[in-house]
């Protein structure tokens, strides 16, 4: 005659057996697509924007893979990437860039810390950067940002043939609020295109 915890540890075997059916499991649908055929849908993609799923269908096939034009289609979705028409349509920052070289120029003001008579403040510095020739000019140096001097400091960048902006149609800046509306505006005036970035 069997005892009790004989018999219960009959059950939980049992139990176990009958609950674990992960090795019969299978997922359902079809197989996902391989990280590394993936990553080369995405790339076509982005490196040519004019081509659409049937375009990048067919680049496929000639280094040998197979996927259909509605897989590509889901692959691009899922990393937020246009049909064709629209890719074209749209620049990126990279290709903006490249574009723009010669006529595209950069500030920000760099901080730091310094010992002054009145003790420790805060000091900006006020850069210009030249995306072609990969130049930096700095315009100024303060304690105090009022707008007077971010005033003089525009009007200086932007006099034709000798400013630094004279140089560049665009003129990328960040959002900050060092950046004032006062600087802004004498920007807009000397014919310059203010390229904001986002926040």
């Not at 560049?168 to 959002?175: E, K, M, N, Q, V």
Request: proline share 5%; with cysteine; aromatic share 8%.
């Amino acid at each position: 005659m069997a005892k009790p915890d004989t018999i219960l540890a009959w059950h939980r075997t049992c139990a176990a057996q009958t609950c674990d059916r992960s090795p019969l499991c299978k997922a359902l649908g079809r197989p996902r697509i391989d990280q590394e055929l993936e990553a080369l849908v995405v790339r076509m993609a982005r490196e040519n924007r004019s081509w659409g799923y049937d375009r990048i269908v067919g680049a496929l096939a000639n280094l040998g893979y197979r996927i259909s034009d509605q897989t590509v289609g889901n692959i691009l979705k899922r990393h937020g990437i246009p049909p064709a028409p629209a890719r074209k349509t749209t620049v990126t920052w990279r290709e903006f860039i490249r574009m723009h070289m010669d006529l595209l120029g950069a500030t920000d003001f760099f901080t730091s810390e310094v010992w002054t008579w009145c003790g420790l403040m805060m000091a900006a510095l006020l850069c210009f950067i030249h995306v072609g020739r990969c130049t930096i000019h700095g315009a100024g140096l303060t304690i105090w940002l009022p707008t007077r001097w971010m005033l003089q400091i525009t009007c200086d960048a932007t006099i034709a043939a000798l400013g630094f902006l004279s140089l560049g149609a665009y003129l990328i800046h960040d959002r900050d609020g060092q950046v004032c509306l006062a600087f802004q505006q004498t920007i807009d005036a000397a014919g310059v295109k203010q390229v904001p970035l986002p926040a």
